[in-house]
């Protein structure tokens, strides 16, 4: 089983950044993959940014070039850097991760993004 707590979560103006955190209960590289999910008001949950155990990246057309997942083997954190931020980027965003087969997820940390 993997507990994951994520934090950084607020409110931003349009063009501004956040760094979101997610703090896991395993070590990170025993993980075979994290991600990042958003899910907005009457959206569906998607993929915003993944990270496999051997350094590979995806991520939303949507995104590229402005967020970047990453972590910290040492803190068994991964990180999603969010720069030149959206409205649309506004969501609830979970952190995920794929352990023996099976999904976990965080409880979610509110961002919004808004004058």
């Known amino acids: 089983q993997v507990q994951l707590v994520e934090s950084g979560g607020g409110l931003v103006q349009p063009g501004g950044s956040l760094r979101l955190s997610c703090a896991t209960s395993?070590?990170?590289?025993?993980?075979?993959?994290m991600g990042w999910y958003r899910q907005a008001p009457g959206k569906q949950r998607e993929l915003v940014a993944r990270l496999s155990t051997d350094g590979s990246t995806n991520y939303v057309d949507s995104v590229k070039g402005r967020f970047t997942i990453s972590r910290d083997n040492a803190k068994n954190t991964v990180y999603l850097q969010m720069n030149a931020m959206k409205p649309g980027d506004t969501a609830v965003y979970y952190c995920?991760?794929?352990?023996?087969?099976?999904?976990?997820w965080g409880q979610g940390t509110q961002v919004t993004v808004s004058s």
């Open positions: 395993r070590g990170i590289l025993s993980i075979s993959a």
């Open positions: 995920n991760a794929l352990y023996h087969s099976m999904n976990y």
